[in-house]
């Protein structure tokens, strides 16, 4: 098993955000987590990434077999853990092409034989940000959402991690972007087979993923699990009150 | 030097030897020698040291004027360097009469006592003069080295560029790693004449126990632009300077760049003034420091409008990484014109945590992600900056990053 989540209960500045949710994933699969807004999604992501203020107090983390719970956030990307963020900060006087070097974990300013020093083009031509426009741009800084998100993209397949942690990858995108970001990601799983844990509001990315396993959440918890082909109608026809609703009167 | 005309600067400075400066602690300098003790050479060591502040003695960068204490080592240009002319100082002062009237223009030798020790125990330094119309492409480089133990530097450096051309002038200051308590006066002179451009790029190297008080005053003449890029990433005793342009000519502009990483127990006192003279005349001083150990930093600005149609802007940006280090902004507009405008912005804080997080999601160490993001902080990235020069200084930032360590405990 990848990872698994066993009864998590987080809390940040002393409110309880996540009330005990357990759940795993194994090598190669894609489970999207769902649900309404502040119903514990992105504190799900930002907690398995290891974010300090995000302060587990009961349950555990476990990364292929290890208990990650209290390692820091660098040593989980380390150990193959890749977050792409909702919304990424801007960071002035940092290249992207820098940046993608640095996930691939290597040193721009100072490379060791073997570093390969187009890795950031290649890297960049797959989510579709030409190399020339890019490499040099400052990371984030004036990008349009569309940017954003494939600049996290490339900043990710630069890590080569086991388990991406998408935080909304398609908000906030043009149907463009939208397309882009599809065929990038479903391109990578082709190649890489990692596994993919996709946090959205809407199916439109997850045509391109066709998740084995989806998790809607609702107030911290896990209120309804389910298949892709089960659950997505439902979530269009109901919305998520009214089909948690049913689901608990069932 | 024994020339007659000079007497009077040295009467001026024996009044002046005891004078405070009015910022920054008080130096005595009666310890420091200015009696070389031996020949200096070129060994590696000192051609690594000036490497460092940007000085490549091996390359074929366009001239090179090299000091060690008080020895000139090295001064020469390349010979297809045309339209500037480069010697030590005393050596053009005895070739051209005209140079006299240069002498201490720019500033007092009675400003405080540190002028007046330069001129009672000057030690060499350099002249450059850009000919008329002449634009220089080459950057001039010089490197002002102390090689010995408690050795006092203090040369008098002037810089012209003539109407119409334009110089790019690279200092580099260090000191060698033989030698620790030593003292820094620079006296330097910049003449920029109308319609001139000089680029001053001046990168310091020093030790954990140099004294450092350059002083410089800067005339710039009708449509002419004079930018000062400043760096300093190594520790130092203490050090405060001052800088001041007076924008005498139409449309005259001068703009400062500072970047400062701040380490261990320095004290870094530093900061321009520019006056709005003229018509149409525009200033700007934009200073990046980051601050780590116990460091002090002042940054001191000032703009003095004068006259109509005037600009002028100061900005501060700090990052703080120990809290045992501090840094204070003290930024003064004087508007003397109700034509003028002046601005100014400060912005001290602490490393952005967010950003921090951001970079360690990546699998960069906490260490390194600060050294990356105190690099992309300090980077000069200003419009208007040479790429050549840009990439000079991203080079000694780039020292910051290779650290696999923290640069130093709080």
Known sequence: ?250 | MSDEWRKKYRLEALQAVTKRSAFGNDIDLSDFVTIPKGGANLDETVKRRSLEVGVDLEGKKGGTYFQVDHSVLLSQLASRIKGVEMMPTDEALNKYDWLRSYYWKALSVTQDKYTAIAELRQTKGYFIRSAPNEKVEQPIQTCLYIGTEGVLQAPHNIIIAEEGSELNVITGCTVDSRAKTVAHVGVSEFYVKKNATLIFTMIHSWSDEAYVRPRTGVIVEEGGTFISNYVMIKPVRDIQSYPTAHLVGKDAKAKFNSIIYASKDSIIDLGNRIYLMAEGTSGESIFKVVSTGTSKVYNRGQIIGQNRNTKGHLECRGMILCPTSSITAIPELVAEHSDTELSHEAAIGRLQEEQLHYLMARGIQPEQAIGVLVKGFLDPGLPGLPERLQEEIRSKLALLERKSSPQEPC
């Open chain 1, 1 to 250: 098993m990848l990872l698994s989540v066993e009864d998590l209960h987080v809390s940040v500045e002393g409110k309880e955000l996540l009330k005990g949710i357990s759940l795993s994933m194994e090598y190669g699969e894609i489970v999207a987590i769902m649900g309404h807004n502040a119903s514990g999604k992105t504190t799900l992501a930002l907690t398995l990434a290891g974010f300090p203020q995000y302060q587990v107090s009961r349950g555990k983390i476990l990364f292929e077999g290890e208990d990650v719970t209290s390692k820091s956030i660098d040593e989980r990307a380390r150990m193959g853990m890749a977050l792409a963020f909702q919304s990424p900060p801007a960071i002035r006087g940092i290249k992207l092409g820098h940046m993608i070097s640095l996930s691939a974990g290597m040193n721009p300013w100072q490379p060791k034989p073997g570093d390969d020093p187009d890795l950031p083009k290649k890297i960049l031509s797959k989510v579709n940000l030409e190399p020339e426009k890019y490499l040099d741009r400052e990371v984030n800084v004036g990008f349009s959402g569309g940017e954003r998100k494939r600049s996290e993209l490339a900043q990710i397949f630069a890590m080569r991690p086991k388990l991406m942690i998408l935080d909304e990858p398609d908000s906030g995108v043009d149907i463009d972007s939208l397309k882009v970001l599809g065929n990038s990601l479903q391109e990578y799983f082709r190649t890489e087979k990692c596994s993919m844990m996709i946090i959205t509001h809407h199916r439109h990315i997850l045509q391109y993923l066709k998740p084995s396993r989806m998790h809607i959440l609702s107030g911290g918890k896990i209120a309804i699990t389910g298949s892709y082909e089960e659950l997505m109608p439902k979530i269009e026809e109901l919305g998520y009150e009214r089909l948690i609703k049913e689901a608990s009167r069932e």
